[in-house]
């Protein structure tokens, strides 16, 4: 894969009603390790999820849930990504996440689901991946 | 610690074990570290501890409390289960508790279960189940309780005059403080009837990323928290010294100590400014640890901490009645530590955990239930961490003897090592201002995050092993139930929209305003005056909403970082 200029950006996201950040601090360090550009948020509404990766014009959003929100929050970000024509940037989500919920995730658009206790290597090379 | 024949001695024998091990080993090491880095030789021997005098370690029930609290350990007073639950409506919280109560959860000697609350994610930060902010979150980890009609539910046919509430939430603790308040009244019983603790974790910000008010607008409103409660409410334990989420964000035990201490030093300062005696609100104070998977650290820092406190309690504010200087310890076994993978692993991790507490001589214990990684817990994994509990006080024998492991040259080290290291850390975090300006700088996160990265950073390269999760992975992973939230959200919302209907609207405005204005005085030092005017809104029909925002306006509210 060749490198390119510019780094791959990333939006990390999560809702400030959900009080644990360990799993996305974690993931933003690993991403910038790789030379990744991260962009670290909290949010309220999901509609503010979506003005950061306009106004940031981010490659990928990953959205971290682990005391809940996923179904909703999600499903609203997917909406108005459609709704604003930015369905080429790849949503990957992560956290306590039901195995019966992944399907019902990547049928909304997600890429990918990292349920806790994946490892950060997996995520990074994931992102490059696709985006490398 | 040892007369000179001893040290003789042991300096004799310890050579013929140093020609055993070159023997065996030649030159090579066996170091190694606790989980919080603290360097760990490969054995302990009387000399490690020579230097302590006995009466660091002393008896339980006696200064400096090192070994207990009490002259007699559990075989007088068993520890007090205090597992925690909550979803849905507060009728089906109520109802999966009284589950527990039923199955034998603990309370104090003669006393009956606690009674163990909390509110969801929206609630925690002060949003009722019909504001935007909650779609999605209405039940979730905690019931919905948006209205003294809700909390009115949660408590129906519970007898708050003989149980140990605990008030599982943190910056809505004055709301909720005033519904048991009203409550109380309603039911006629007498304010210093009530026993029990209002988490009222106000100092969050310092490990967790969740919005709350600014540190020194905090302390003001715990002020006057404490100020009620001390004068009406002389059993409410007013606040729980969160040091577990310290560890479980990504912190160490050595901060675990240090960082709490900071923020008990700075209200206690705070509350002694407008003339409230430690002696008497101090004896209020609880502290909350993790159970960690390193088991001597975790013993060693339950000890450590008590010591600590009844020095700090009684040398830097002054405090002669013992119960001040006792620190309240309860315990919950570290949820970072359980893995989703091979999840019935989990059990065997939090009967670990809940071991090293037991043998710490804690007053209180919550043993995480196995299925934490994937959810709130089922009935079945609910009653699992329980049992573990029951299993360990009814057929093991261990809590027969108070502090066994007192006299341990490893443990008495250890515990002396991490009150060293703590006491060092703490002196560090004062130099830098104290914990208002630590937190204001953003301080203690980046510590507990670098902690985090680090942690994670070993288990990707295999440097730090968990089971099943970086070593004997499984590729079929083990089923298990997972709890299933119900529908609750428009039953909620509905609740509150009735609630609203039906009050004397004007009443309500006028409380509210009538809040503000103790607020605003309260903040420019006044005291005495805000927990009544929280109470008066609460009476007058306002919401947790209506009180939050208030609040909120006044004292300021958000993310530090």
Known sequence: ?132 | MFDKATREKVKQIKEEWKQEYQKRYDDKEFNSTTYSGIPVKPVYTPEDIEHLDYKEIGMPGIFPYTRGLYPVGYRAQPWVSQQATGYGLPEQTRERYELLAKEGLRGYEGREPPYFTGQDQAGMLGYDADHPVAKGWVGMTGPSVSTFEDFELLFEGVDISNRNLVLGVFDTSPVFLAWLVMLAEKRGVPLDKLHGLSLNSFFRQMYLEHPSFPPSSALKINREFIKYCTENLPYWNTVNFNMYDIIECGGNAIQELAFILSVVIALVEECMKVGLDPNVFVTRFNFHMAGHMDFFETIAKIRALRRMWAKLARNRFGCTNPRALKAIINVKTAGATYTRQQPLNNLIRGCIETLAAVLADVNALWTTHYDDPLAIPTEQAAILGLRTQQIILYETGIPNVSDPLAGSYYVEWLTSRIEEEATKLLQRIEQMGGWVKCLEAGWFRKEIDRGAIEWRRKVDKGETIVVGMNKFVMREEQKVPVFEYPEVEDIAIERVKKFKEKRDIALTRAALAELKEAAQRVDRGESGLLMPAVIKCAKADATLGEIMDVLKEVFGWGLIT
């Open chain 1, 1 to 132: 894969m060749s490198q390119k200029e510019k780094p791959i950006k990333v939006l990390l996201s999560r809702s400030q009603l959900d009080c644990h950040q360990r799993g996305l601090v974690t993931v933003a360090a690993a991403l910038r390790d790789a030379g990744m550009e991260v962009v670290y948020t909290t949010f309220l509404m999901p509609e503010e999820v979506v003005k950061t990766a306009v106004e940031e014009d981010v490659d990928v959003i990953g959205l971290s849930f682990l005391a809940w929100g996923q179904m909703h929050i999600t499903a609203e970000v997917m909406r108005l990504l459609k709704e604003r024509n930015l369905s080429d940037v790849m949503v990957i989500v992560g956290g306590i996440i039901r195995d019966e919920q992944i399907p019902k995730l990547l049928e909304m658009g997600v890429s990918r689901v990292f349920p806790v206790g994946s490892s950060t290597t997996e995520i990074v090379d994931y992102i490059r991946s696709k985006k490398g």
